[in-house]
């Protein structure tokens, strides 16, 4: 705070922005030297240069902190003739008005020799005043501190003298004639120290799929092989007599087992099928062989729950164009949320039909049955539609119709509540 001064240097503050009633020193080199006296407690001595609006001005400053401050004695004063502002803006930098966006071009004092405001401002008739004006004084850190040279204004959050909005000035340099230039970009809102932190999602499926498909997937198979092989093998009683309840613990063991592997696959196709440039392969596959192949797989599952699969009969073919693996895939799926969803003791019917460039498999059930809003959302990824203690991931329709269009054919499903469910894949026939 500056309390009392000459003639001289309260001109000079003056021209530099300060306060006819004093205020804070606007001499930034001055400044900075008294606050280094203050902070060390002791005397100092040595030359200081400054810019006025009409002279350069070199002079010798003792300064000596004192109960009340620091006092300032200024003697050798020189005042000199300052470059020609012409000479400083010639190889100046061409400014493109953007919105949001202002530029302080400087001379090689650090003084303001030019003002671009945004796109759309118009005239900042206050502009005038920041010329010819050191940097310093022009521009204030938001925190309330000061600057004492130039470089310590890159990358901080800024106000303008005649301007209550916040900026955030970076500093490059603008060529030989030039000190540098400030670009001043719009800042954007501090957060609010009151507001709570915004947590991270609890379950990040997009995440989660990439990490099991590429890390976490292949280590995990190998283990989760052999608990369920042991299991099975404890539960079968194949190492000699084993109590009944152990054998069901056992049983459980491996089933759960499989619900995890079964995770970690759908995890590992999940991410190759949204990977960029996946396709399958078109080979010549026979749906009728498919179907039986998937009907053989489950029918100990279906046989558990007391459910019948009417497949076709092994004289049928039925032609279609698409990858092998990945039809008995789609099918296993249909067939296996089928056995899961129908009641026990019912039927489950694998169903043929083509047309002209076109074949199709349709897994028809007797369960609950599906809304026609259900419906809309049943192929979404991770859609559970509220079922829940089935080990299911809610991927495998998400992923059964990612394949069926990836085979250039698709998957559509027609239902109504309490009439149980129809899923149709279509494949092309060439």
């Known amino acids: 705070m500056l309390l009392h001064a000459d003639d001289r240097l309260m001109r000079l503050h003056q021209q530099l922005g300060g306060s006819t009633s004093g205020g804070e020193l606007a001499v930034p080199p001055l400044l900075e030297l008294a606050r280094h006296s203050m902070r060390l407690g002791m005397r100092l001595s040595r030359p200081v240069k400054a810019a006025g609006s009409s002279a350069l001005i070199d002079m010798w400053c003792e300064c000596t902190p004192d109960a009340e401050g620091v006092a300032l004695l200024l003697t050798h004063w020189r005042e000199h003739a300052l470059p ?22 400087l001379d090689r004092l650090e003084r303001v020799v030019r003002y671009s405001p945004p796109a759309g401002a118009g005239t900042d008739d206050a502009s005038s005043g920041l010329l010819l004006k050191p940097v310093t004084a022009v521009l204030e850190p938001s925190d309330g501190s000061a600057f004492a040279r130039a470089e310590q204004i890159d990358g901080q959050r800024v106000t303008l003298a005649g301007d209550e909005r916040e900026w955030i000035a970076s500093l490059r340099p603008a060529g030989t004639a030039t000190g540098c230039v400030i670009t001043l970009r719009h800042a954007p809102p501090l957060p609010d120290p009151a507001a709570p932190p915004e947590m991270p999602p609890l379950f990040d499926g997009e995440r989660i799929g990439q990490l099991f498909g590429r890390q ?49 696959d759908d995890l590992a196709d999940l991410e190759a099928i949204d990977g960029a440039g996946f396709s399958a392969a078109r080979e010549p596959v026979d749906l009728a062989d498919i179907a039986r192949r998937a009907a053989g797989l489950l029918a100990l599952k279906a046989a558990d729950r007391k459910i019948r699969i009417d497949k076709p009969s092994e004289d049928e073919m039925l032609p279609a164009t698409g990858e092998f693996r990945r039809v008995l895939q789609v099918l296993l799926n249909l067939l296996g949320n089928a056995i899961n969803y129908a009641p026990d003791g019912s039927m489950i019917w694998l169903r043929l039909d083509d047309g002209p460039g076109w074949a199709s498999v349709t897994v028809a059930d007797q369960g609950p049955g599906l809304s026609a809003e259900d419906q809309q959302r049943l192929f979404n990824k991770w859609e559970r539609l509220g079922r829940s203690g089935d080990g299911g991931s809610g991927l495998g329709l998400y992923i059964s119709r990612r394949l069926a269009l990836a085979m250039q054919g698709d998957l559509t499903v027609e239902s109504a509540p309490g009439q149980g469910a129809r899923f149709t894949l279509l494949l092309p026939t060439d």
């Not at 042991?230 to 069901?248: F, M, Q, S, V």
């Open 84 to 105: 020609d502002r012409s000479d400083a803006t010639e190889d100046g930098a061409d400014f493109t008005a953007e919105p949001g966006v202002a530029h302080l071009q």
């Open 216 to 264: 976490i997937g292949p280590a995990l198979r190998l283990p989760i092989g052999r608990i369920i092989a042991n299991a099975e093998t404890i539960g079968g009683r194949l190492e000699g007599p084993l109590r009944a309840d152990y054998a069901n613990y056992a049983s459980d063991i491996a089933a759960a087992g499989r619900h995890l592997l079964a995770l970690v």
